[in-house]
């Protein structure tokens, strides 16, 4: 091995603990971009080959009810490709064993042949034979909540008789990647689950013998969706249609997006801020570093090595410690990616998961990271390199000092020497000042960053479910029910209150602008169903028009005054133009709000209710439930603190998860800024403080300036790092505003503090393993002219 | 009278004179990896209140491992040094610290300013923290500096912060002024400066001081000259007469 190889490997042992710190850098950035871009990569790839394999609808129809002729019209809209008719049908299910209510969906199998839109995947068993009536498949994530296997059985009740089915198969369908109830949230795979029968046996069961009541078909390539979605309105409007829909608007597939679209954000807005931190650091950091080695690098020009050698030697070393940071990073990330994907499959559900490493991912975060402390090593070895060896090897002469501006102030006058040599050294390199400033900065910021997504969460959830969802239980009805159901109620053990409320399917649209969702027609003074603006302050529902999500009323380019078009998806689906009167801010879900009576009068229907919301004893609950079970119109009952519990799962196992490795890669890279921060000071100063100490300075007294200084830079870094990091939290929040959610832009004391308190505790960590180096330090050599 | 002052030279003891510094069979062993160095071989030596002793010796020959150890900045491997009662071989690391802040002046060849620090705050950076200094002023003007007090150590030649480095040593009225080759790095002209300032501190003040060099030459100027070679003291004399820094023929 070459002499100067050798040299390569002692320096990087003599600085290993440096060199540790700045991998972790490089393996921060890497593995942020690694974890996410892999993550997205997986979901994406794992959602297409699914989608592919599986046959899945690109539009949707449902509708009341419709003879099968009618389905060979529809195969003859043009862009269609292949059709498939089917019943679909809400029931209720017990499982042997549970006690609580659970709602099903059940949904026909073609009765001698696979659908052609809309496959099953078979986990387990076989799918029902065709002729059999009591035979089922059921959905993965409902079998595998009930322990339920090929074999067991379920009972089911169709149109109020008790019926027992036995499971044939345990399926995935693309239609139910993310399985959730009607209305429901989050997924509850205990109380909702999704049901295949074979066509003859539902349709007898529902009285559909001949005919469908629901519709998924393919386009042909280059059809247009729009085109097609009009014709099969235009078609099955005799038929009961409440409004084809595309791909895009199908709630499993939307949620799915939903989540792509965050983990997208996430993708590019993370990695893009740690990788540039940590460009910016390995750049200052590498630069540093060479210049304390400006003696030797003029002993290596005096023997004769080439500049290119030189250059090649630091660059190596940089190199060296790149590619350890980055095999870390990709080692790191890729294990965390593959248990994020697997995370995420809990709640997706896919037959398997299409995990690769993309070598072009691997590419970008490796050359980010070379390039950037490559290019901080090149400047400084220029540097180097430009002086004459004869003067490099001089001891560095002492440095201009001019006095300042500070000094002539009476203030400057009581400072003890020490301080003034901490003043003197930050202003003397106002850059280097501002580069470490900005680098622990940086890594404040994305401490913020990284903890404010929990306390906004916190606060999201919080509000839907202490301002918002005031009710603890819900209940939903089959068909539109008389409004003195609400007062039933109240008979049943336990409820001590009852507010009913009538929910409309809509289509609300703008121009070209269009959104599916539901018109909630609730009582004047709701007691259990908050509406609130930006600031929580409860807004009353409108004398005329209509409330919508803030969201929703962005998305349709809506202003309050603004007329909105809704088409009814139900019943006459009428199309009707109403004001809008104002928003609401829940952060949760989005929606239209009326006053009850004015939907009922919408609607051209009595006073009528499509469910109840209840306030209950906690302890009469089971025998509440017993009585409702009982109840053929009571669709489904919903426990808002189960909804909650989930919901809040939810988003602690996939979100929070990802934030738990943001905050995590913050961490280290903090600590790791700041310990090298404190580390080079340590060498720059070396020689100055080793003098002092034979000078007579006491060892507490030497480390003052070492922690004076540090001290100083780390609370001039704080305020910028909130600024820093409140503007990235900004535009991560402001980018993953989606349907579902909308996480509040909210910086905590307890955000701020915990930034300042990391930065804090990173410095007096770091300061206190560099300060007992300090201790330990050479005075001898502090007086030798050389190194 | 010349006869009587030799002898009473070449006979401290018998003058009274107290003995500042006392080494007994000083070794000191540098194990550097597997070679052991040999940088002292067993030094007995003695300093007396007051004197001017110069060390002479080639590079290598331990005279600045001596000094370092006489400072209280290096511990010897084994012997004994004895700091008027105090036996500094036992001393601790506070009691060291103590020691160099209170009773030690050094000079070294590098000067070792803080660059930060005008010529008056490198100075002020020791009386701020010593017993009964001089104030920083009173010590520059002792070295001739009265006029440079505000300027940085950038802003001064070599000879002139060689010489800060004496205020800077001396500010705390030191018993011992330690210097290591103070005029290693200056020319001949310079280096009368600087030696006229130890010089004058040393006949003015009273300080007991010990001076390293390679520079036969410079033992003109001293009370005593003891030569080093190898790790041990190998000839010890007194010069007739102290010549004056500007007397010395370079």
């Known amino acids: 091995m070459r002499a100067l190889h050798r040299k390569l490997f002692r320096d990087l042992a003599a600085m290993k603990g440096q060199a540790a710190a700045i991998a972790v850098v490089v393996a921060a950035g890497v593995t942020m971009l690694i974890v996410f871009a892999t993550t997205h990569d997986a979901l994406t790839l794992t959602q297409e080959r699914f989608y592919q394999d599986q046959r899945f609808a690109e539009v949707f129809a449902d509708l009341k009810r419709a003879p099968n002729r009618v389905g060979e019209r529809l195969r003859t809209i043009p862009g269609v490709n292949q059709v498939e008719t089917r019943v679909v049908a809400p029931l209720r299910l017990e499982v042997p064993g549970f006690e609580d209510p659970v709602r099903g969906l059940a949904v026909s199998l073609p009765e001698h042949r696979e659908p052609m839109v809309n496959r099953v995947f078979v986990r387990e068993g076989r799918l029902p034979e065709p002729g059999r009536t009591d035979a089922v498949a059921v959905s993965e994530v409902f079998a595998e909540a009930h322990g339920l296997g090929p074999g067991d059985t379920l009972r089911a009740i169709i149109r109020g008789r008790l019926e027992t089915l036995t499971i044939t198969a345990i399926v995935l369908s693309p239609e139910f990647v993310y399985q959730i109830g009607p209305g429901d949230l989050v997924p509850d795979y205990e109380r909702f689950g999704v049901v295949w029968m074979r066509e003859r046996a539902l349709a007898k069961a529902f009285a559909m013998d001949g005919a469908f009541n629901s519709v998924v078909l393919n386009l042909q390539v280059g059809a247009d969706a729009e085109a097609v979605v009009e014709a099969l309105d235009q078609i099955l409007a005799p038929y009961g249609g409440v409004g084809a829909y595309p791909r895009s608007d199908q709630v499993s597939h939307r949620i799915l997006e939903d989540e792509l679209q965050q983990v997208r954000v996430m993708a590019t807005v993370l990695p893009a801020i740690f990788l540039g931190v940590a460009a910016f650091l390995l750049h200052v950091l590498m630069g540093r570093i060479i210049r304390m080695q400006r003696e030797q690098i003029a002993v290596l020009k005096a023997f004769g090595h080439s500049l290119i050698e030189i250059a090649g030697h630091y660059l190596m070393l940089t190199g060296l410690i790149v590619t350890l940071g980055a095999v870390l990073g990709v080692g790191v990330g890729a294990w965390l990616a593959d248990l994020l994907a697997g995370v995420y499959m809990e709640y997706y559900r896919f037959p398997e998961v299409r995990f690769r490493l993309q070598p072009w991912v691997v590419a970008v975060a490796v050359l980010v990271a070379a390039g950037a402390s490559l290019l901080g090593a090149v400047g400084a070895v220029r540097a180097a390199v430009a002086l004459p060896p004869a003067e490099a090897m001089r001891p560095p002469l002492p440095e201009r000092f001019k006095p300042g501006l500070l000094e002539r102030t009476a203030w400057w006058r009581q400072l003890s020497q020490p301080t003034r040599i901490i003043l003197r050294n930050l202003s003397r390199h106002p850059l280097k000042a501002i580069l470490s400033v900005t680098g622990i900065a940086l890594a404040g910021a994305l401490l913020l960053l990284g903890s404010q997504l929990f306390k906004a969460m916190e606060q999201m959830v919080d509000v839907q479910y202490r301002l918002v969802l005031l009710m603890d239980t819900h209940l939903s009805f089959t068909d539109p029910t008389p409004e003195r159901a609400a007062r039933e109620v109240l008979h049943l053990p336990g409820v001590r209150y009852a507010e009913g409320y009538r929910s409309v399917p809509v289509r609300l649209s703008n121009g070209f602008r269009e959104y599916q969702t539901s018109l909630l027609g609730m009582e004047l003074d709701s007691r259990l169903r908050g509406i609130i603006d930006r600031d929580h302050r409860p807004v009353s529902l409108p004398a005329e028009g209509l409330l919508l999500t803030d969201y929703l009323a962005e998305y349709l380019g809506l202003l309050p005054g603004d007329r909105v078009r809704i088409e009814i998806m139900e019943g006459r689906r009428r199309s009707v133009i109403l004001p809008l009167a104002g928003t609401v801010a829940e952060p949760i879900g989005v929606s239209a709000y009326m006053e009850r009576r004015a939907v009922n009068r919408l609607m051209g229907e009595g006073p009528a209710l499509t469910g109840v919301w209840l306030l209950t004893e906690p302890a009469d609950r089971p025998a509440l439930f017993r009585e409702l079970r009982d109840l053929a119109r009571v669709m489904g009952i919903g426990l808002i603190d189960d909804a909650e519990a989930g919901f809040r799962e939810m988003i602690d196992s996939t979100l929070l998860a990802f934030m738990t490795i943001v905050l995590a890669l913050s961490v280290s890279l903090a600590f790791a800024v700041i310990y090298n921060n404190a580390r080079i000071t340590l060498a720059e100063r070396s020689r100055e403080l080793a003098t002092l100490r034979v000078l007579g300075l006491t060892r507490a007294e030497v480390s003052w300036i070492l922690i004076g200084e540090i001290g100083l830079l780390t609370l001039l870094a704080i305020p910028p790092g909130w600024l820093l990091g409140i503007a990235f939290a900004y535009g991560l929040n402001q980018a993953m505003a989606v349907d579902m959610y909308r996480i509040p832009f909210v910086i905590t004391s307890w955000t701020i503090a915990f930034s300042a308190a990391g930065v804090l505790l990173a410095s007096a960590l770091s300061l206190l393993v560099t300060t007992r180096r300090l201790l330990r330090i050479d005075l001898v050599s502090a007086l030798k002219t050389g190194e | ?250």
């Open chain 2, 1 to 250: 009278m010349a006869r009587q002052q030799a002898e009473a030279v070449a006979n401290p003891a018998a003058t009274g004179r107290e003995t500042v510094f006392q080494t007994r069979g000083v070794t000191k062993v540098y194990v550097m990896g597997e070679v052991k160095i040999h940088a002292l071989r067993g030094v007995d030596l003695a300093l007396f209140a007051g004197e001017l002793m110069v060390l002479l010796g080639p590079s290598g020959c331990g005279k600045s491992t001596l000094l370092n150890i006489l400072g209280g900045l290096d511990t010897p491997t084994a012997g004994t040094v004895t700091y008027r009662d105090q036996e500094l071989t036992r001393a601790d690391e506070r009691t060291l610290t103590r020691y160099r802040r209170h009773e030690v002046g050094f000079v070294f060849q590098a000067y070792n300013m803080i660059p930060s620090l005008t010529a008056r705050e490198n100075v002020a950076i020791v009386t701020e923290i010593a017993r009964d200094p001089m104030t920083p002023e009173e010590a520059l003007e002792l070295v001739g500096l009265g006029d440079r007090m505000d300027h940085f150590p950038s802003q001064l030649s070599g000879g002139q912060q060689q010489r800060v480095a004496i205020a800077r040593a001396i500010a705390k009225r030191p018993a011992v002024l330690l210097c290591d080759e103070p005029t290693g790095a200056l020319d001949s002209t310079t280096s009368a400066g600087v030696l006229e300032a130890i010089e004058s501190i040393n006949r003015t003040l009273k300080t007991t001081t010990a001076l390293i060099t390679h520079n036969e030459v410079i033992g003109e100027m001293a009370d005593r000259v003891v030569r080093m070679s190898d790790g041990k003291v190998v000839d010890e004399r007194r010069p007739e007469r102290r010549l004056t820094p500007r007397e010395l023929e370079w």
